[in-house]
Nanobody, 123 residues
């Protein structure tokens, strides 16, 4: 099993920046492909970004391309999401998640989840 704990959320003005952190513990973080998802009130959980186990591949949802950067440090068991030029529509609870195989865009293929961290962007 992998235990995931997110941090770094908060309230920020439009155009501002935040860095989310996901601390992993348990079984072999470096074996897992990782993703960030978000869920706004009344909406389904949606894909934000993906990074392969060795960081050789990253993928982003179209609306965050060029603004968000996903990265990982396998030596420290850490996953990051650098978010710049934030917009009010980025407001959501952000989750990190771990998966092995399957559709990387679908939350159904992710096995382990953190508890989430709230990001609120004011206009």
């Amino acid at each position: 099993q992998v235990q995931l704990v997110e941090s770094g959320g908060g309230l920020v003005q439009s155009g501002g920046s935040l860095r989310l952190t996901c601390a992993a513990s348990g079984h072999m973080f470096s074996n897992y492909n990782m993703g960030w998802f978000r869920q706004a009130p009344g909406k389904e959980r949606e894909f934000v970004a993906f990074i392969a186990w060795g960081a050789f591949r990253t993928t982003y949802e179209d609306s965050v391309k060029g603004r968000f950067t996903i990265s990982r440090d396998n030596a420290k068991n850490m996953l990051y999401l650098e978010m710049n030029s934030l917009k009010p529509e980025d407001t959501a609870v952000y989750y990190c998640a771990a998966r092995n195989t399957g559709n990387l865009y679908s939350p159904l293929t992710y096995t382990y989840w953190g508890q989430g961290t709230q990001v609120t962007v004011s206009s």
